[in-house]
């Protein structure tokens, strides 16, 4: 069996604000929608496949209730070099395995950010709806796990704590 993604698959990235200044700040959420996403075929009911998915930092996209200035300065931030730095690095890559059957599992391997892989593992979760697959899980960690610093401005008094959650949101149909 093949899957295909549809248009509304994306991935959110949860971050925590820290500080004084924090009632200023929020917890952003971050979405994405891979540009590329490949998963091989299995046969039978039990998978053991691998999954490749491609980002583009410059379609990260920081949380839509914020001011539009806020949100330019946060993509600014987040493509410059001290973060993401999208000059050098413009895409994060997922280059992983899923194994389980088509209700759960886990997608264990490698994500690729800032040219370095960083290990990953996932449960997985695969519910039916109608004709198509919703898949969802997450991975929690640290943003320097994924050999991020955390941001901070105003001497630390606004900053992101050293912490990130990753939500797989797809949506898969069968072709």
């Known amino acids: 069996m093949r899957f295909e993604p549809c248009p509304e698959s994306c991935v959110r990235i ?17 979405t994405c929608a891979p540009e590329a996403l490949e998963i091989g075929e299995a046969a039978g009911d ?22 539009a200035s806020d949100r330019d300065k946060m993509r600014d931030n987040l493509r410059g070099p001290e973060v993401l730095d999208v000059a050098r690095f413009p895409t994060i890559e997922l280059r992983a395995r899923y194994t389980g059957t088509l209700e759960r599992g886990s997608l264990s391997g490698d994500l690729v950010v800032r040219g370095a892989p960083r290990p990953i593992r996932m449960d997985v979760r695969i519910a039916r709806e109608g004709e198509r697959y919703a898949v969802t899980g997450a991975w929690e960690g640290k943003l320097t ?3 991020i610093k955390p941001f901070k401005a105003l001497l630390g008094a606004l900053k992101l704590v050293d912490w990130i ?8 149909s069968p072709r």
């Not at 949860?14 to 971050?30: E, F, M, Q, W, Y």
């Not at 039990?46 to 996209?61: H, K, L, N, T, W």
């Not at 959650?165 to 898969?172: C, P, Q, T, W």
């Open 14 to 30: 949860d971050l925590r604000a820290a500080g004084i200044l924090k009632a200023v700040g929020h917890d952003p959420t971050l």
């Open 46 to 67: 039990a998978f053991d496949v691998p999954v490749s998915a491609r980002f583009r930092v410059e379609q990260i996209e920081p949380p839509s209730d914020i001011a």
């Open 145 to 147: 796990d994924l050999g």
């Open 165 to 172: 959650r990753i939500r797989l949101d797809a949506r898969l």
